[in-house]
């Protein structure tokens, strides 16, 4: 029930109208009791800072940021985490001591959805991340703090895999294919094998590469499972697609608006409802 105390969260983008974090922040919200409430809010190119002036005015609870204000809310911001700082990137705006922060959840959310799906921890592991876009540099970035042995970026465009390796400092590199032989994880983070494109048909790359023991992580949720976690489903590996990641970049942040535990099991049921996936 909405009230005269009722606080907002919501998400900015451009287009925001499919965007499944309503339902998921929303459930959470529920799950806890908590008098608050998560809208999308269409905000079109340039009015980033407006909508973080809003937040500003009317002490919401914080604001998700999705394409294309990820780097453009950035100057709105009184503060970067460092994280955000290194990815130029923000997808989460939250009060910290009277100032609006902004941060990055993505690549903390992959890893703590990798934990939560399948219990696999990336500490010493070997990991190729093919893609070099927004989602694959988050990802990059957390696997290297939290002591990934070496991480390989396997990339269409060649420039973009080496800034995403830099991210990963020394244990970074541009990565080819024998690094999948070898890998322990390999994450999917192009948008090959997403539903109603071009490429939903396509693999980013040949599951018969892979060792036995390897983890298959698709950042795609829609499918559910793609033709990569299909073919990895085939070959008796383990794997993951990118709902985990979703619902957990969700858990962080909501844990950054309210200081509470985030009710992670709610948030994954509700997601899980609004994509047909059964739990
Ligand atoms: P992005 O910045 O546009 O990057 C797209 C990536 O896909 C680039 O590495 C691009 O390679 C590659 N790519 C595109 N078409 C390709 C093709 N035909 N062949 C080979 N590589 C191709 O997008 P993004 O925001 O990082 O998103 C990437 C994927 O992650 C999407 O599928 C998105 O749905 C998913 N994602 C999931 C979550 C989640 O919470 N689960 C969050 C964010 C994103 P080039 O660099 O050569 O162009």
Redesign the pocket.
């Known amino acids: 029930m909405i009230t005269a105390q009722t606080r907002l969260a919501a998400v900015i983008g451009s287009p925001v109208e499919h965007s499944l974090s309503p339902i998921i922040h929303n459930a959470a919200f529920a799950a806890l009791g908590v008098d608050g409430v998560y809208v999308a809010l269409e905000v079109a190119p340039g009015h980033a800072a407006e909508a973080v002036s809003a937040m500003r005015m009317f002490d919401w609870f914080g604001l998700s940021v999705t394409m294309p204000h990820k780097h453009e809310v950035i100057d709105a911001c009184d503060v970067l985490t460092d994280t955000a700082q290194t990815l130029e990137a923000v997808n989460c705006v939250f009060w910290s001591d009277g100032k609006i922060v902004g941060d990055n959840t993505?690549g903390h959310?992959f890893l703590r959805g990798l934990r939560a799906d399948l219990g696999v921890d990336v500490e010493a592991k070997k990991c190729v991340v093919v893609?070099?876009?927004?989602?694959?540099k988050a990802v990059v970035l957390a696997l290297a703090d939290a002591g990934a042995e070496r991480v390989a970026i396997i990339?269409?465009?060649f420039e973009?895999a080496e800034i995403a390796a830099g991210l990963a400092g020394d244990i970074g590199s541009v990565g080819e294919a024998a690094d999948l032989v070898e890998a322990d994880l390999v994450v999917n983070?192009?948008?090959?094998g997403?539903a109603s494109t071009e490429?939903s048909a396509q693999m980013?790359f040949d599951v018969a590469a892979l060792s036995a023991a390897a983890v298959v992580a698709d950042?795609?949720?829609h499918p559910a499972e793609t033709p990569l976690l299909a073919a990895a489903r085939q070959r008796g590996l383990r794997h993951q697609n990118?709902?985990a990641?979703?619902v957990f970049?969700a858990v962080s942040q909501f844990e950054r608006w309210t200081d509470l535990d985030a009710p992670a099991d709610a948030m994954m049921a509700a997601a899980k409802a609004a994509t047909g996936v059964q739990r």
């Open positions: 993505d959310g893609g070099a876009g927004g989602a694959a990339n269409r465009s973009r983070a192009t948008s090959v997403m490429l980013p950042l795609i949720y990118g709902l990641m979703l970049q």
